[in-house]
């Protein structure tokens, strides 16, 4: 069966492997250890860094900056047809020197196509920005649209921004006019309202509070009416908690839409039509509750397969998609979803082991 896996982690052993790629004064503030990196509130013990205990890269680190270990424990092993990049450097999580965060945006898409979509045609990348630079962001996007394993632009949540606001519109519309998907990916800068707690369970529980705002804020503020081409995918932030957003929006559409003029179908209708979400983390629930949270969701489109490689709780497709599922709900989620999604011809696969051209 072919499988699509919508949400893997690559990346680099240093920032000192973006040199080559930036513009001076930004090359040798890196060069020289000027910038330590993002300012975090992220502090939990995690072995590994969270990821798996077996992923070792060349120079022994826990950290995935080398293809060949990744080709070795996900895409051969499991037979990927394609693996959506997603990374883990996301400049919008730099609140100052916007200057800088777009210029490494610019140096982390260019090392990703060097060091990891050249090496593989079963890679798929997204386009890093600065979001906090609508404008810059617009101007990297058609910077990179042209790759033909590019399709999609990465916005990171965060805990200061929520993408319905007029101010993103640039981001959508080069994303639109480029023909590109847009994915949300959590991140370690998004809280939630009490902080992150002080367990790293907490944290990761936390995680879909994050995402529910972002549907809510694209739904309420027009963005699905107003870039009609546009679709968006939620990556790693589970699935449940859709049905009740779907039908709070709906409930609060009904009685107060004369608000929102702008917004042209109920919410659950733009979600259906518009919506992705990612399986990872999988909820620890046998075939017939799935089935009984894709009946609430009106549809068995929205959910697509991703393993979230490297992490620790790293979905394997053999098992966390149960196989008792009815054969084209199970299929719709490993591949047929997101090959919808993506514009992929999966019946022309890429060819593994190959470099790209």
């Known amino acids: ?149 590019i399709r999609q632009v990465m916005l990171p949540v965060v805990d200061d921004i929520a993408y319905g606001h007029p101010m993103y519109r640039p981001i959508f519309a080069a994303a639109e006019r480029n023909k590109l998907m847009v994915a949300f990916h959590h991140t370690t800068f998004a809280q939630g309202p009490y902080g992150m707690g002080l367990h790293y369970m907490e944290r990761h529980c936390l995680i879909p509070i994050s995402l529910m705002p972002q549907v809510i804020s694209l739904v309420a503020n027009g963005v699905f009416d107003a870039y009609p081409n546009l679709r968006f995918m939620i990556l790693e932030g589970g699935f449940s908690w859709l049905p009740h957003v779907m039908w709070r929006m709906d409930r609060e559409y009904r009685q107060g839409r004369v608000e929102i003029p702008w917004v042209k179908k109920l919410p659950s209708q733009h979600c259906r039509e518009r919506l992705r979400l990612s399986t990872q983390p999988t909820e620890d629930i046998n075939s017939e509750d799935w089935m009984k949270l894709i009946d609430l969701m009106g549809t068995d489109d929205i959910l697509v397969f991703s393993t979230d490689y490297p992490h620790v ?8 998609i149960p196989k008792s599922l009815p054969t084209g709900t199970r299929d719709k989620i490993l591949w047929k979803n997101a090959a919808d999604f993506y514009g992929l011809d999966v019946h022309a696969p890429a060819i593994p082991n190959q470099a790209a051209e």
């Open 313 to 320: 709780d790293f979905d394997d497709p053999n098992a966390a």
């Open 1 to 149: 069966m072919p499988i699509i896996d919508t949400d893997v982690h690559e990346s680099f052993a240093s920032l000192k492997d973006l040199v080559p790629y930036l513009p001076e004064p930004y090359k040798s503030w890196i060069a020289n250890g000027a910038w330590r990196g993002f300012s975090q509130p992220f502090a939990y013990t995690s072995p590994g860094n969270g990821n798996r205990a077996d992923v070792k890269s060349a120079d022994g680190s826990a950290s995935v900056s080398d293809y060949s270990v990744m080709r070795s424990q996900l895409l051969d092993p499991y037979k990927l047809t394609y693996a959506v990049l997603t990374g883990y450097f996301y400049p919008t999580g730099l609140k100052l020197q916007y200057g800088l965060a777009s210029a490494l945006a610019s140096a982390y898409n260019d090392y990703v196509l060097e060091h990891w979509i050249s090496k593989d045609r079963r890679f798929l990348g997204s386009i890093q920005v600065n979001a906090r630079d609508p404008e810059a962001a617009a101007r990297e996007i058609d910077r990179m649209a042209a790759h033909p394993q």
